[in-house]
């Protein structure tokens, strides 16, 4: 296939640039192709779907999902499955063409509303529509940020859908920021403006999902969780869909095989509701890119619920199961929508034929801290901030990632002085939340409010604080925001701390290729964005000369 790919979604992204052979995150350019080709239809549904919602005419849910689940499957490291994503984009021609018949006026909308055609012309059609096709690089830089940001919104849609709580006003958006992204009339002050207002939604999606979760499963508490292993078989659930957990943790009970997270699935430990399981053992291993090494050792069945899949080595491969938004050629798909069962038999049974996982280390880690049970500790900590035991906090959310320079967070996390307090959330605790970095006054140093989404707790958090010091901007607060990215989530949580206001975040280990010099100047001058430096620059510029 005559084809060069472009991606230059993610923190990886080669040379700073953006992938063009292969992906550093090991996707082919006939997968790229696709997964151009599907944002192109979702974006052309989101077209039609905001335009029938103008004419007063309300969409299905099965609808919303599809177009959540569709950006979720373009998520770095999701899904790489070519079959699957060519089934995903006719779906979606098959609905969209259903949907433009009832449209009273399709004539306004862009092409891509439009295009339909068989399977043997998607290859063609893939090469017009990828990332280059905008070619005024600011207005793309502008349009890549805001379908990232999109994209982190899917995954916690998604999310949230699965334990059937959907939002009209978070999916309208959704689909009309889509739409947005093809209209050419739009210029970069409006697409900054759009860019922004994705933020807002950001904190509204993150929202619904806290509650869909707290709901369903109690709020997170303080929670040791073990990271050795037992002796029976077990299955190890990677990636962040709770209710996926749930279910597989039903129908294990009395099977003799036990339960173990992986990566972003540790949080689960931490809710009321995964606790009454005798066969939840513990976490096994660290964030999704030690998993070559951790799954081998693993020795059962492993199950993706969403990213970060490392394709996988021959040894496990046919170990590896996927569902929902991941896929992977070669493994297994357990297939089931929102509201729907998952059978996840099979996995079960191939369990039992599997030996115990290997012990990879002993010990126990310390979570839970989300929003509930950090402001029933509220008394305390602003006692030991007036008293001034806790200096200040840093905020260390986000991704962790392979790049030999992410060793910057865990030396970072070394070097605060003793007086500071970690809060974090996403897969990049992994970096320093086996250290033993202490506690203030009983406060353990490093406070995990759950997984990326979980940042939406962190946030409730600064704003309670806020409240609690009678101060008028939320950067008043002793708190120093560093944080590190990798994939689209992390950009739905960037914006939606622009859009609460946050200021001088500083965004690491590079900042994103898909910023082009001009909108990262905006958003250096109007929001103090920044990178990161030497560990030994950055600890003197956050605490000058008063290090501990
Ligand atoms: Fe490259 Fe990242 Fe895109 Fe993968 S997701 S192709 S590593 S930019
Ligand atoms: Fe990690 Fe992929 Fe982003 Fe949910 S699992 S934070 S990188």
Redesign the pocket.
Known sequence: MDYTMFCFQCQETAGCSGCTKVGVCGKKPDVAAMQDLLVFVTKGLSAVTTALRNEGKKIAAEVNHLITKNLFITIT?ANFDKEAIIEAVCQILVVKKELLSQLSDAAVLPSAAHWDAERTQFEAKAKEVGVLSTENEDIRSLRELVTYGLKGLSAYSKHANALLHDSEEVDAFLQRALAATLDDSLGADELTALALETGKYGVEGMALLDKANTETYGNPEITKVKLGVGTNPGILVSG?DLHDLKMLLEQTQGTGVDVYTH??MLPAHYYPAFKQYPNFVGNYGN??WKQKEEFESFRGPILMTT??IVPPKDSYRDRMYTTGAAGYPGCKHISGEAGEHKDFSELIEHAKRCASPIELEQGEIIGGFAHAQVLALADKIVEAVKSKAIRKFVVMA????RAKSREYYTEFAKALPQDTVILTA??AKYKYNKLDLGTIGGIPRVLDAG??NDSYSLAVIALKLKEVFGLDDINDLPIIYNIAW??Q??VIVLLALLYLGVKNIHLGPTLPAFLSPNVAKVLVENFGIAGIGTVEDDIALFFGEDRA
């Open positions: 490291n962040h990566s972003e964030a999704w990213n970060c986000g991704c962790d990632g996403g897969c997984q990326c990798y994939e989530k992390a």
